[in-house]
């Protein structure tokens, strides 16, 4: 679910549907509607087997101590199916809301990680003060929480390798899987750890019954993230992908509003970093990006649609051999 979602309790029937149809994880993001700890413990009280995540929990928003004892209260409550995905955030969020400055996050994300990483695994929180005695948490998990990184920037992937479980990127290239690859394997040369970094690739849903509704829902993703989300993404999409021709044909076919439009000189651009197509098409469109290199892909479900629809479109996405 995005951080724009505000229906609380649609969220957590999404969920309880989203385990019957054999999906292996649900995540909630934390922006400025619901508290997702919060939300993650509901819906952990109504599933049994499927997997919660915080996709993803800003590392500014809560101390590493909060974050940690969060997590490890999560895994309790869900019986060990909690994994803990952290990110950066951006500016808008955190000094809109938090009220903080948004300055050095990846200074931010290695501390947090370090320090949460530490305290779910019973150490001391690591502190380089004097006269300070560091503490651990009372009651840490009694099953490991696995740490994925939201990460974009080239020293933030690194950062996932070395630090990280897993590596979840969000609007990135499909056909750019393998550069990120490579940016783990860097920093994964730097970690104590031997184990590889996975990568869980988070793609926007945007599929329907009919092939110019998906395209409206593509559109209206790349909107939003190109035009409220900060500058990250449209430099991201731009510069480091190449979609500076794509971008402008995007922004062009949309500068009078109305019902989003994809104009076909950016459907490229919603191919690589979009689930989009129709219901019949969505298996097949789920299925290229782990051919293409990603060992799991969240689908985020799309703002601004009836909760039957987002159900519907559950149902067409659903892992094979789902009931």
Known sequence: MTPFQTDAEATIRLAVGAEKLGYARFGTAEGWTHDAVVLLAQIAGMTSRIGLGTGVLPVWS???????MAAASLQRASGGRFALGLG???PPLVEGLHGLVWEQPLDRLRTTLVAVRALLEGARLPLDREHVRALRLGAPPEQPVPILLAALAPASVRLAGELA???LPFLWARSRLADGRALLAEGESRSEESTATGVTASVPLAIAEEAQTARV?????LLAYLTR??????RMLRDHFGFAREVDALLDANANGGLPRLPAAAERLAQEVTVMGTYDEAPAAVRLWLETGADAIDL???????EEQLQEMLRAAAPAGAS
Do not use: C, K
């Not at 829902?217 to 993703?221: D, E, R, V, Y």
């Open 62 to 68: 809560r101390t590493p101590a909060a974050i940690a």
């Open 88 to 90: 950066a955030s951006s």
């Open 165 to 167: 479980d897993h590596w």
């Open 217 to 221: 829902i593509a559109a209206g993703w």
């Open 229 to 234: 989300m900060g500058p990250l993404y449209p």
């Open 300 to 306: 985020v479900l799309p703002l601004g649609f009836q």
